[in-house]
T-cell receptor
């Protein structure tokens, strides 16, 4: 099976702009979760989508949003970018339930906000 | 916020030695997973242990789980320079869907 793919791998934006990141999960997986990783805060959960519905949400401002399509691919959007949004954004793919619920991560999108 | 803590924060050993990393967490869990991350790249899934399991093995990896102490350990035997990476534990709560809560990670350096 192909792994989790994320595009783009690198992005440079300026403050105030918006950005859209994409994640394609492993075939057959219905859950996609997004995480932000920074040196100061570590790995923080953003949100999870399961069968096109947001199932969980972390403590991030409304500038961070996401969606999931019928083919399970997911996008996250960050509007009005701030310097503090510079981070590695990781998405995770899983079947979505049960005690064997393993999450597999993509390579990440490195976002730099100038 | 991070649910757990990992200990030690950094570990430096020689090739061939064993490396042990510990993870503590705060709430009841469904399972606990260990990941490896090389220098700012994606997370590689290493092993999953369910809450009703006490020990699992995968190649040179051994994971233990003590739910009474809310702690887990990852042992890497006969380490190699290629094992140099950050290692994270992540817990999945019973009612949180696929939401993982990560520890702060242990930076392992294996010197050739």
């Amino acid at each position: 099976k192909a792994g989790v793919t994320q595009t783009p791998r690198y992005l440079i934006k300026t403050r105030g702009q918006q950005v859209t990141l994409s994640c394609s999960p492993i075939s057959g997986h219905r859950s996609v979760s997004w995480y932000q990783q920074t040196p100061g805060q570590g790995l923080q959960f953003l949100f999870e989508y399961f069968s096109e519905t947001q199932r969980n949400k972390g403590n991030f401002p409304g500038r961070f949003s996401g969606r999931q399509f019928s083919n399970s691919r997911s996008e996250m959007n960050v509007s009005t970018l701030e310097l503090g949004d510079s981070a590695l954004y990781l998405c995770a793919s899983s079947s979505g339930g049960g005690s064997y619920n393993e999450q597999f991560f993509g390579p990440g999108t490195r976002l730099t906000v100038l | 916020s991070q649910q757990g803590e990992e200990d030690p924060q950094a570990l430096s050993i020689q090739e061939g030695e064993n490396a042990t990393m510990n993870c503590s967490y705060k709430t009841s869990i469904n399972n606990l997973q260990w990941y490896r991350q090389n220098s700012g790249r994606g997370l590689v899934h290493l092993i999953l242990i369910r809450s009703n399991e006490r020990e699992k093995h995968s190649g040179r990896l051994r994971v233990t789980l003590d739910t009474s102490k809310k702690s887990s350990s990852l042992l890497i035997t006969a380490s190699r320079a290629a094992d140099t990476a950050s290692y994270f534990c992540a817990t999945l709560k019973e009612t949180s869907g696929s939401r993982l809560t990560f520890g702060e990670g242990t930076q392992l350096t294996v010197n050739p």
